[in-house]
């Protein structure tokens, strides 16, 4: 028993161009030229509805939900949980949300593929979708290498192997250089980008080679 990827769709709200006097130093270095920025009253459940309906005509055998976000409509419930709500899916089946960013994907990917072996579903719906822009200001100029979006892709069942082995690397010691921390009550995006760069370049290449 194995899984394969069916379909993936998104969904990508409005552009916003980089108005930065530093224009051109983000895009030499990043090749941004512009980013996504949902409606003040869009979420990510109402972004990832939104990827979910371009596969409307897969949903009614969808027997698994996962939602992978680290900017949740609320801290209990769950999204997965609301999500099937709004997509009014059938009740029997398996939700869970995962709070994972850059790697997200990758990790709810081989959840999917977990799920499938194990025989909990058939049928995986995987959501990513993230409104960053909720917590980053208008002072923070990683604004401009973040959007708000979603996708949702279809991973189902399948005799032949597909999906190959998956290869993961965890290091907490520098969690305060991106995260999400409360500042004077509210709460607030702040990333340190330098530290981000650099254990990009020293552990991503050796695990893509990996």
């Keep these: ?28 270095k990043t090749g941004i030229m512009n ?33 992978v976000t680290q900017t949740p409509r609320y801290l209990l419930p769950s999204c997965s949980c609301i999500l099937q709500e709004k997509l009014k899916l059938k009740k029997k089946i398996y939700t869970l949300d995962l709070n994972m960013g850059c790697s997200g994907f990758i990790y709810g990917l081989s959840v999917a593929d977990a799920a499938i072996k194990s025989g909990i579903g058939n049928n995986v719906l995987l959501v ?5 822009s909720k917590y980053i200001d208008e002072k923070n100029t990683n604004r401009y290498i973040f959007s708000d979006s979603a996708s949702a892709t279809i991973i189902k069942r399948c005799d032949k192997k597909k999906i190959y082995d998956f290869s993961f690397y965890t290091d907490g010691s520098k969690h305060q250089s991106i995260i999400i921390n409360k500042v004077d009550d509210n709460e607030k995006f702040s990333m340190v980008g330098s530290e981000v760069f650099a254990f990009t370049l020293e552990q991503v290449p050796l695990n893509i080679n990996k």
């Design 35 to 67: 980013t996504r920025v949902s409606n003040t009253n869009q979420d990510v459940i109402d972004l990832a509805y939104k990827a979910c309906l371009k596969q409307k005509n897969k949903l009614n055998n969808i027997d698994t939900i996962l939602f």
């Design 1 to 28: 028993m194995f899984s394969k990827i069916d379909t993936i769709e998104y969904y990508l709200p409005k552009r916003k161009k980089i108005t930065s006097k530093n224009f051109d130093k983000i895009f030499n």
């Design 128 to 132: 990513c979708a993230d409104k960053y």
